[in-house]
């Protein structure tokens, strides 16, 4: 079933670990579901596409600590007004 709504993800990965989240908590994908060889894609997953727009992308150079991913889902949910 598909998912209405605006959302605040935001993914933390390295070649030893993977977390996904949406709107600040764990959204439950596991590090099996980017196993290797797979690769990132902005708006596609194994089991749906985006169906809408994409306002705003944040990409950095290295994993975020929790308090830094939090901080700046914090300023991007202020700016948005998701949740």
């Not at 709504?5 to 977390?19: C, E, K």
């Not at 060889?37 to 929790?66: K, M, P, W, Y």
């Amino acid at each position: 079933m598909p998912q209405t709504g605006n959302f605040i993800f935001s993914l933390v990965s390295s070649a030893a670990t993977y977390q996904m989240y949406r709107n600040g908590t764990g959204a439950g994908a596991t590090a099996a579901d980017y196993a290797a060889g797979n690769v990132h894609q902005i708006g596609l997953s194994t089991f749906a596409r985006l169906l809408g727009d994409i306002a705003e992308l944040v990409i950095c150079n290295a994993a975020l600590s929790e308090g830094k991913r939090q901080a700046a889902e914090v300023i991007c949910n202020e700016y948005w007004g998701i949740y």
